[in-house]
């Protein structure tokens, strides 16, 4: 069982910036992929930015350029810097961690249980 704990979030102006982290509670075996999805009102869950062990990194195109998600195994954290947020961007992230790579996945996702990220026009 891995626990993740997400912290950051908030209410930011369009423009602004927020960090949102993760803390996981156990270190996943390897291969394995860390990363952030996020649910607007009445939509589907999507992927925003996912990064493996091997630190290969993932963006949905809605984000390239503007986030940056880094992780510290050593820490068991992966992290997402939001720049130039969108009132678009506004939704529940969510963190999720499972074994595979950015092509498989196997085993049980883990998720976090979520943090609000509000971005005002």
């Known amino acids: 069982q891995v626990q993740l704990v997400e912290s950051g979030g908030g209410l930011v102006q369009a423009g602004g910036s927020l960090r949102l982290s993760c803390a996981a509670s156990?270190?996943?075996?390897?291969?394995?992929?860390m990363g952030w999805y996020r649910q607007a009102p009445g939509k589907e869950r999507e992927m925003v930015a996912t990064?493996?062990?091997?630190?290969?990194?993932n963006y949905a195109d809605s984000v390239k350029g503007r986030f940056t998600i880094s992780r510290d195994n050593a820490k068991n954290t992966v992290s997402l810097q939001m720049n130039s947020l969108k009132p678009e961007d506004t939704a529940v992230y969510y963190c999720?961690?499972?074994?595979?790579?950015?092509?498989?996945?196997?085993?049980?996702?883990?998720w976090g249980q979520g943090t609000q990220v509000t971005v005002s026009s």
């Open positions: 999720n961690a499972g074994l595979g790579t950015h092509s498989l996945r196997w085993g049980r996702d883990y």
């Open positions: 156990r270190i996943l075996s390897s291969p394995n992929v």
């Open positions: 990064v493996t062990s091997g630190g290969a990194t």
